[in-house]
């Protein structure tokens, strides 16, 4: 989680307030769009630690169009402030990750897909989002640069997320040289 985080706010500050503007890969999403959301991430993550401390419910997102909404409002900010919220909610994620409590993390939250996980996981949750959104910003960084096996245990999610979708026989072809090409895939989460 920590190389991930150092990976994307590294790319994030190398790009100009100009080149926040750009688009990515994400339909519909400039590289303000991403950052919005990988702050509004660390937010939500806190959300799900603090319930994991205290055993109070408290969601990720307490609605459906909370997520979007933020996502539109914060990424229309000037661009130092935008940086400054994604390094901030970043700091603050790793500080409330240091300070819970061993037993808080075999503690169940509900993630915003509706998993219910242990605790343990927000930290390979976070990983996940600035890892894939560190390549999503199109800024140099790919998915070679991230660490060996952090892309093995992405791989491995992915796989199984799609399998459990009906993709498994395609995948299991294309991945044993038995297909030319991998089966169309849609979103993975």
């Known amino acids: ?70 996502i539109e409002e914060l990424s229309a900010l000037p661009a130092s402030e935008l940086r400054d919220l994604v390094h901030g909610s970043a700091k603050a994620l790793a500080a409330d990750m240091d300070a819970l409590p061993p037993d808080a993390w075999d503690a169940l939250v509900i993630t915003a897909q509706g998993r219910t996980v242990p605790a343990r996981e927000i930290p390979f949750m976070r990983a996940r989002e600035v890892c894939v959104h560190a390549v999503d910003l199109n800024s140099g960084v790919a998915f070679a640069d991230l660490p060996g096996d952090f892309a093995a245990a992405l791989a491995a999610e992915a796989v199984t997320r799609h399998a459990g979708k009906g993709h498994a026989a395609g995948l299991a072809a294309w991945l044993t040289g038995r297909a030319d090409r991998p089966p169309a895939l849609g979103p993975w989460l």
């Open 1 to 70: 989680m920590d190389d991930g985080t150092a990976l994307f706010l590294g790319a994030v500050d190398r790009l100009t307030g100009d080149e926040l503007s750009a688009p990515t890969a994400l339909d519909g999403w400039t590289r303000r769009h991403v950052i919005a959301h990988v702050h509004g991430n660390a937010e939500a993550l806190r959300r799900l630690l603090t319930w994991a401390a205290t055993g109070v419910e408290n969601r990720m997102y307490s609605g459906p169009d909370q997520r979007a909404q933020e």
